[in-house]
């Protein structure tokens, strides 16, 4: 049962337009949601979160948008860069005091020069 | 400072044996997690340490599985009997839960198990 869902598996963009990747969760009780970036061979890095009060987060290039009643969430790349070529997780967290975090199956990014 | 950092950084071991897998996570931080990905797939959650109690096993997917933390920080997975599904990159987290803020976690660079 997978609570976090990335359903597009890998994007192409051209460099300088925007990237947007799309996160669909299950759970209303999540209540806080991190976006990750993971290059080959290294672990995640954190890049951007979005508390459940907010609808949006902004943090230079990367905002992230949180639509409650659908569920959803999408975090916008802007502008693209080829750097940005990796793999993004987004993940949810629970309520009631947990720190466990439910981590989407990745959106494959690449970034055409 | 120091990030977290894991070892080994691969392990390659024959079908049925015991393997230990480490993580260090950054000074200070009260969370440890572990993670695992395998061949294609997201980040499936297998435990977490708050200090040094876990309150959520959840994700162990057997018995096999085991995982401490001593002091508050050093934390070791062991993986018994290993199976060939259990090949996988094993990845270490750590975050420092404070009330408020993001709890982002800070990942090692994991550990790749190969069972044969």
């Known amino acids: 049962d997978q609570q976090v869902k990335q359903n597009s598996p890998s994007l192409s963009v051209q460099e300088g337009r925007i990237s947007i990747l799309n996160c669909d969760y299950t759970?209303?009780?999540?209540?806080?949601f991190l976006w990750y970036k993971k290059y080959p061979a290294e672990g995640p890095t954190f890049l951007i979160s979005?508390?459940?009060?907010?609808d949006k987060n902004e943090d230079g290039r990367f905002t992230v948008f949180l639509n409650k009643s659908a569920k959803h969430l999408s975090l916008h790349i802007v502008p693209s860069q080829p750097g940005d070529s990796a793999v993004y997780f987004c993940a949810a967290r629970g309520t009631s005091g947990t720190y466990k975090y439910i981590f989407g199956t990745g959106t494959r990014l690449k970034v055409l020069a | 400072g120091a990030g977290v950092s894991q070892s080994p950084s691969n392990k390659v071991t024959e079908k049925g044996k015991d393997v230990e897998l480490r993580c260090d996570p950054i000074s200070g931080h009260t969370a440890l997690y572990w993670y695992r990905q395998s061949l294609g797939q997201g980040l499936e959650f297998l435990i977490y340490f708050q200090g040094n109690s876990a309150p959520d096993k959840s994700g162990l997917p057997s018995d096999r599985f085991s995982a401490e933390r001593t002091g508050g920080s050093v934390s070791t997975l062991t993986i018994q009997r290993t199976q060939q599904e259990d090949s996988a990159v094993y990845l270490c987290?750590?975050?420092?839960?404070?009330?408020?803020?993001?709890?982002?976690?800070?990942f090692g660079p994991g550990t790749r198990l190969t069972v044969t």
């Open positions: 759970n209303s009780m999540f209540d806080y």
């Open positions: 979005i508390s459940s009060i907010k």
């Open positions: 987290a750590s975050s420092f839960l404070a009330g408020g803020g993001s709890h982002e976690q800070y």
